[in-house]
C-alpha cells in the first residue's frame, strides 16, 4: 500500500472522509513535532507538505476530483472546529499512524524531503508555482478550493492570471494568510454539467470573490473538463459578508448577490440586489436594485427606512417580468435618545422589470410600474435622501399631516418647514399648519 493511499484511508477511518494525502515521510516528520501542537496546525502541515505527491495525481479522474473535494471540506471543517472528542480520536489515529509509517521514512521521495523542509522553513513558499499544483488545463474549483486552505501565502495573482481575469485594483494579490474558500453547487436543471461556484472571502479586507465554473462530461474522454465562465467581485463588505442565492424560471438561472451598498463612511446603511445570469457562453449581470436601508436626518428630526418585496417572477404576455414591492415609511427620531421612531406616514410602489432582448438584460417597464428610474435613484439611493426631493415626492401626505395629523405630527411639520430653506411647497405647507 503506498503512503498516499494509507494516509487516505486512515484520515477517513478516523475523521473526515476524503481528507487530504500525506506522504510517509511527512507524517514521520510530524511525529517528531506533534506533542503540544494543535490539531488543526498539525493536519495543515501534513497537507502542506504533499503538494507535489497530491499533483501528480491531479490529471487522475474521478479518484482526484472526490479527494480533493473531501480534502477541501475536512480542512474547512477542521479549522472551524470540531468537537473535543473527535479532536482527540484523531490526535491518537495520527500517532497511531507515525508508528505504523516510521518504517517507510526512507522510502519518501528526495524532492518530497526537500519541499517539505522548504515549507516548514519559509512560510512565503508559493506552492502554486510547483510543476502540476494549478495548471490552466486543469482548474478545478475544488483543486484552486484545496490549494488556498492549505496554503497560507497563495501567490493570487498568479491564479488570477490562469483564469484570464480582468484587472481589478482592489482584488488581492495574496491571501497574507487570513482568505478562505468554500465550494457550493448552483442548481440548474442543465443536464449537460453541473456548476459549482466557488467563493474566496477576504474578511479583514471586506472583499468577496465569487469564481463559476461549469463541468463538461465528454462522451469520448473519460476525464471531466472544468470550463470557467467568469467571476463576480465584491467590495467594500466590512460590516458583513455577501449573501448569496439562486433565482430561476423559463430555463434561465440567475446568481443574486445581496451586499452592502452604502458608503463605508455613510450614516445611512443601504444594501441592494444583482442578478447574475449563467450562460454557456458567461455570466453577466442583467439586474439590480435596492432592497433594504435606514437613515437618520438628525437635522430634520427625520427617520427613513425601506424594504423590498420580491414578487412571483415568470413570463406575462411572453415577457419575462420581475415584480419588486417597494415600502419605504418615515418617522420622527431624536438622534440623541434613542432608536424609537414615532411614525409619520409610509407608502408603497410596484416596480416591474421586464427582459429586453436587443439590451440583453432587464429593464423597468414604465407602463407597468407605479414609480420611475429616477424615482428609485432620488427615494431609494445610496447617497441620501434630499429634504428638497422628500418635500416634492411626499407633499400630498405632508398635506395630510398639516391637516389631519396628531399633535407631535403636526409640531413636527412646524419645526420642518419653518427656516429650513424656502420654496413653494414649504410655503404651502406652512399656511396649512396656521390656526
Not at 524531503?113 to 482548474?139: C, M, Y
Not at 465550494?183 to 442543465?190: E, S
Request: overall charge neutral.
Amino acid at each position: 500500500m503506498s503512503a498516499f493511499s494509507l494516509s487516505e484511508r486512515s484520515a477517513g477511518a478516523g475523521g473526515p472522509s476524503g481528507q487530504a494525502p500525506a506522504p510517509a515521510h511527512g507524517i514521520i516528520g510530524l511525529c517528531r513535532r506533534v506533542k503540544g501542537r494543535r490539531l488543526e496546525t498539525v493536519f495543515g502541515s501534513m497537507l502542506k507538505v504533499s503538494l507535489q505527491e497530491f499533483a501528480l495525481k491531479v490529471n487522475q479522474p474521478d479518484k482526484t476530483e472526490r479527494n480533493i473535494r473531501g480534502a477541501a471540506r475536512s480542512g474547512a471543517r477542521l479549522r472551524s472546529g470540531e468537537s473535543g472528542a473527535k479532536k482527540i480520536g484523531l490526535f491518537v489515529l495520527i500517532l497511531l499512524l507515525c508508528l505504523q509509517l516510521s518504517s517507510r521514512a526512507e522510502a519518501a521521495r528526495p524532492e518530497l524531503n526537500a519541499f517539505s523542509q522548504n515549507v516548514r522553513q519559509d512560510k512565503s513558499v508559493t506552492p502554486a508555482r510547483e510543476p502540476g499544483i494549478l495548471k490552466s488545463d486543469s482548474l478545478s474549483p475544488y483543486v484552486i478550493e484545496w490549494y488556498l486552505d492549505m496554503s497560507e501565502h497563495a501567490d493570487l495573482n498568479y491564479l488570477w492570471q490562469l483564469l484570464k481575469m480582468k484587472s481589478y485594483a482592489e482584488r488581492p494579490d495574496r491571501c497574507g494568510g487570513d482568505c478562505a474558500a468554500e465550494t457550493f453547487d448552483i442548481k440548474t436543471g442543465d443536464e449537460e454539467g453541473e456548476i459549482v461556484a466557488l467563493k474566496v472571502s477576504f474578511a479583514s479586507l471586506g472583499f468577496y470573490e465569487y469564481l463559476i465554473f461549469r463541468k463538461s462530461r465528454s462522451l469520448s474522454d473519460v476525464k471531466d473538463e472544468w470550463i470557467f465562465l467568469g467571476n463576480i467581485d465584491s467590495p467594500g463588505q466590512r460590516d458583513a459578508p455577501p449573501e448569496h442565492r439562486i433565482e430561476s424560471g423559463s430555463d434561465r438561472t440567475w446568481f443574486v448577490l445581496r451586499e452592502l451598498w452604502s458608503r463605508e463612511s455613510s450614516t445611512f446603511k443601504a444594501r441592494g440586489e444583482k442578478w447574475y445570469e449563467i450562460k454557456e457562453g458567461g455570466i453577466k449581470q442583467v439586474l439590480y436594485f435596492p432592497v433594504e436601508g435606514r437613515e437618520k436626518i438628525c437635522d430634520a428630526h427625520l427617520d427613513r427606512s425601506y424594504t423590498t418585496i420580491l414578487l412571483r417572477h415568470g413570463l406575462e404576455d411572453g415577457v419575462y417580468t420581475v415584480p419588486v414591492q417597494f415600502l419605504v415609511s418615515y418617522g420622527i427620531c431624536d438622534c440623541t435618545r434613542s432608536n424609537e421612531s414615532h411614525a409619520l406616514f409610509g407608502k408603497g410602489q410596484k416596480a416591474s422589470y421586464v427582459w429586453n432582448g436587443e439590451k440583453d438584460r432587464f429593464v423597468l417597464d414604465a407602463s407597468r410600474s407605479d414609480i420611475t428610474e429616477k424615482d428609485i435613484g432620488s427615494l431609494y439611493g445610496v447617497e441620501g435622501l434630499n429634504e428638497a426631493i422628500f418635500v416634492e415626492y411626499n407633499f400630498d401626505e405632508l398635506s395630510a399631516i398639516a391637516t389631519d395629523g396628531d399633535s407631535k405630527q403636526k409640531e413636527w411639520l412646524k419645526k420642518f418647514v419653518g427656516g429650513r430653506g424656502d420654496s413653494s411647497r414649504k410655503e404651502a405647507l406652512r399656511r396649512m399648519l396656521r390656526p
